[in-house]
């Protein structure tokens, strides 16, 4: 039975924190053509190895990457402890395939979680449903498996179950190994593989079980792609608790089948891939990525922005400078995303609008000739207006210019022509009590 009274409990502190650092890292960044890689290439497995054995993160330093997410503003982060190819970033006593066993040595996932929770920070993990490394995984005629079209590969002997009792046992590792986590972000079902094929109500009550408060994504139901039974007033067990939208902002934010506000998190990357990939300059723009998060907070949701660090463990130069430029919109911007959601407004022409309780934030992308109109709401109600990034106040104009509209507020936020902030200048509005 699903319990939405400890559901509300514990989506709390995520549905505030909005903006958080996925982390796409493997032995796929040596070959750094994303984390695909060997799916794509159809790769047999012997000439992935090779990586394996030369995997040597020689600058991995888990605290500047927290440090950079915590700059940028980003209130929680996750890690691919295993992707699908089925190399583990921690040290699993159920395979040899693990970072313990490369050259690094180290307990990737160990060193992360304590570097993000010292910049406090709430850490998640991310879990393929998927394992290219494993023999009992389905390889000949899986729709994902590198070997999907060699008939060789034919999966007579392969025991599902084992690679169930594999998965089961390597999500206990990770929720009893390593302090408390805060999500699980477990990819992704599809095909005949879904829900119950990953015996999801018993993996689901087990990871509750030793961790409580977690929370976890729908992907034991679906991908990027559906919703899942969160959507719906009756969920199933194991439905996750969160929307995983991925490379998109839901147009009009989600909601359920009969109107209910969905939790839900974009996952986006900076460029065109999760995992490293040396040729991909397809960078957002930090200016761009600020108004996405500011359009994912407007309209309930959050966003998860991902980065990809290189072989030796740094996150590329350019993703850093974006990061930073984020970080410095953030530092006086952020009260417009932390704890807000949407305004129950209509989407303003020159911007858009956020809200934490009788504070509206108006995120101006637009300059005006003029003063700027505030759409939507009437002076009498208004206590005062504040220019966000410094506080300074902003007055409700009145001039003969803006008389003919006496229904819509203006203020004027500069002298110039141009917008104080041309990313997002922000106006809080404090409406009275
Ligand atoms: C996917 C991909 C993947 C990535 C993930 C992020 O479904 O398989 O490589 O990790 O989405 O959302």
Redesign the pocket.
């Known amino acids: 039975m699903f319990d939405w009274t400890a559901y509300q409990k514990r989506v709390e502190w995520y549905q505030e924190a909005r903006f958080g650092m996925f982390i ?1 890292w493997g032995l796929y960044a040596i070959p750094a053509r994303g ?2 890689v060997r799916s794509v290439e159809q790769m047999p497995e012997e000439e992935y190895l090779p990586f394996f054995e030369e995997f040597d993160p020689v600058d991995f330093d888990p605290r500047k990457w927290a440090r950079a997410a915590r700059e940028a503003g980003m209130r929680y982060a996750v890690l ?1 402890a295993k ?2 190819d089925g190399f583990c970033l921690f040290d699993s006593a159920l395979t040899d395939f693990k970072s313990t066993n490369t050259k690094a040595g180290r307990d990737l996932v160990a060193e992360y979680l304590e570097a993000f929770r010292a910049e406090g920070l709430k850490v998640g993990l ?1 879990y393929s449903l998927l394992d290219w490394h494993h023999p009992d995984y389905p390889h000949y005629g899986d729709q994902n498996h590198p070997l999907r079209n060699c008939p060789e590969e034919k999966n007579e002997g392969r025991d599902f179950s084992r690679y169930l009792e594999y998965m089961h046992g390597q999500v206990r590792e990770l929720c009893t190994n390593y302090g408390k986590l805060d999500i699980m972000w477990f ?2 079902s599809y095909g005949d593989l879904r829900g119950e094929a990953w015996k999801a109500t018993e993996l689901v009550r087990m990871v509750r079980s030793l961790q409580p408060d977690v929370i976890i994504d729908n992907r034991l139901e679906v ?2 792609e559906g919703f899942g039974s969160i959507a719906t007033d009756s969920p199933n067990e194991y439905s996750g608790d969160f929307v ?1 939208p ?1 490379q998109i902002i839901p147009p009009y934010g989600l909601k359920s089948e009969s109107g209910r506000d969905l939790v839900w998190e974009a ?1 986006v990357t900076m460029n065109d891939h ?1 995992g490293y990939c040396a040729k991909d300059t397809h960078f957002k723009p930090a200016p761009m990525l600020i108004r996405k998060l500011v359009e994912c907070v407007s309209k309930n949701g959050n966003m998860l922005l991902n980065v990809g660090p290189d072989a030796k463990g740094n996150i590329p130069e350019e993703s850093l400078r974006i990061l930073s430029g984020i970080g410095h919109w953030m530092k006086r911007n952020s009260a417009s995303v932390y704890g807000c959601a949407a305004s129950g407004l209509p989407k303003p022409e020159n911007g858009r609008i956020t809200r934490n309780g009788n504070r509206l934030y108006y995120h101006i992308t637009e300059g005006n000739i003029g003063g700027i109109p505030l759409y939507g709401i009437s002076k009498d109600r208004i206590k005062y207006i504040r220019l966000l990034a410094d506080g300074s106040e902003l007055a409700v104009s009145s001039s003969w210019e803006t008389n003919n509209y006496p229904d819509i507020v203006f203020v004027n936020v500069s002298n110039g022509p141009c917008l104080p902030d041309e990313t997002d200048t922000v106006v809080e509005v404090v409406l009275k009590e």
Do not use: P, V
Request: some cysteine; hydrophobic content about 20%.
């Open positions: 796409h984390e695909w691919t992707h699908h991310y990819d992704f991908s990027g995983s991925e996952c999760w």
